[in-house]
């Protein structure tokens, strides 16, 4: 088989399990709740308490609470795939033989990972669709200053989440344990991360604490070119080691079964 | 022509328990090679080293000239895999399950074939959740076959089937052979494997403790026939006397001769001098089944 072909098949699998993958999702849209719903409620939430209101200190001292919350939740709904719905769903392929079976009839580890990785930036871009327009129209937020940095810190974010939801999965025993543990680090990078409270009223080891975990600088790489400040590169190759240390790690311990 | 498959030596132990103990085996190509054995037997975990999805603790495995450790993928693109545990995304159907496995392996095959030879033509549009237990199987065996294999590993596939979709899926494994692939089956039917398997290994304990032709391991390691006939007489104890017979045990009125070649003439003999006519007197030929009792020392258990 020459390696042509070999490229050739493996890019077939990748595009047929990632378009199976958006069938399933479509044919059982339940699973899309905590996702998309979920952040959108928190974000209407939020724009009840916070609409009007600006930042009072700090770095983002006068910018407009929903300037800020807005690009915020698109980073929260890539968290929300990176640490709950991905990991419970790999887990529960593993679980039930799923992935024993992709793995018997020779799917690529690149093939499975790469679908979720596309599934998630897919998902991830309606669910950021959603908030724009919900946080536009509803809130009188902003529009994105610069779309393309935007999209930038969207795909590399999406990248470091899909890693993290990689690595829960490896390291998960079961999809019942991937979900305990995705939801109570969901929690906390929801308080920490400037998704909720925010940053400016958070008490400083909060701030500090969030600093050690990947949303709030996802959260920032995105607020940034949103705001007209640019691209935030210190922030973005923070996100992108993030994302290759998880790869790194889930790699090697990846199981199939 | 080298064998599709040698192992020699295999070893493999999980924590305390040894799966599989040193066991060798030989599978040449175009043959329905049968492992035989109860549950806990090992055969699984055998046919998974095979496959390369397990790796083994020791010996020597090569599959297609492969070694299945290192050169797994290789080795799977040209294999087909009915595993006896496994699932597919519960939303998946049919058809676009048999389309995804067909893209795996450069080229591609046309899959509508399988589907219609495995009688699923109707249930392309079906959900894998809603299938039953049976049309889950099939779907499995069309899978395994999807890609036109050099070799294909069936593990315990008509568990689920009924009766009848046994004698199907049987005469289509029997094509599917004819048609050039080599075929390895792994079972706990004692018919299954006398029906449709041209080699045997008997597996127990993790051992292989025979391997040969059902007639032949039949031959080898059943050389007793067992004669039988119904009477109303009371004491038969004198058929103990009748030359090679070793063992005679009464049930009412049905009386069995156990013994070696030649007893049912004796037997018959016997009795017409002892003014003992039977009409339903009749010899029953040893079964795989008494081999396999003979070999392991216990039943197959269901």
Known sequence: ?257 | MPPVIVAQHLHKRYKDFVAVHDASLDVHEGEIFGLLGSNGAGKTTTVEILQGLRKADGGEVRVLGLDPASQGRELRWRIGSQLQQSALPDHVRVGEALDLFSAIIPGGHDWRHVMEQWGLADKRKDSFHGLSGGQKQRLFIALALVNDPELVFLDEMTTGLDPAARRVAWDLVRQVRDMGTTVVLVTHFMEEAERLCDRIAVMDAGRIVAEGSPSSLVAEHAEFVTVAFSTDAPDVSWLEDVPHADKVTRHGARVEVRGGGPVLAHVGAALVAHGITPSDLHVERPTLEDVFLTLTGHAMEE
Request: proline residues 5%; hydrophobic residues 55%; positive net charge.
């Open chain 1, 1 to 257: 088989m020459s390696p042509a072909a070999v490229r050739k098949a493996h890019t077939r699998v990748l595009l047929k399990l990632t378009w199976l993958e958006i069938k399933l999702l479509a044919r059982e849209p339940v699973t899309l709740i905590f996702s998309f719903v979920f952040p959108i409620l928190v974000l209407v939430l939020l724009g009840g308490i916070f609409g009007d209101d600006h930042m009072h200190r700090g770095a983002y001292a006068g910018i407009k609470m929903m300037d800020w919350y807005v690009p915020a939740y698109i980073g929260l709904v890539i968290a929300s795939i990176g640490t709950v719905s991905l990991p419970v769903h790999l887990a529960s392929y593993r679980e039930k033989g799923v992935l024993r079976r992709f793995r018997a009839s020779g799917v690529s580890e690149a093939s499975l990972l790469g679908s979720q990785l596309l599934v998630t930036l897919g998902v991830a871009f309606i669910g950021a669709l959603i908030i724009t327009i919900v946080g536009m129209a509803a809130y009188g937020a902003r529009e994105p200053a610069s779309p393309a940095e935007v999209a930038l810190a969207y795909m590399i974010g999406v990248f470091c989440f899909s890693a993290i939801g990689l690595l829960l999965a490896s390291l998960a025993p079961t999809a019942r344990a991937a979900q305990s543990i995705g939801l109570l680090l969901w929690f906390i990078l929801l308080f920490v991360s400037g998704t909720s409270a925010p940053l400016d009223r958070l008490p400083d080891w909060m701030v500090t604490l969030g600093k050690w975990l990947p949303l709030y600088h996802v959260v920032v790489s995105l607020v940034d070119p949103w705001v007209g400040r640019g691209t935030n590169w210190a922030q973005l190759g923070i996100v992108a080691a993030a994302g290759l240390a998880a790869t790194a790690v889930s790699l090697r311990f990846f199981r199939w079964e």
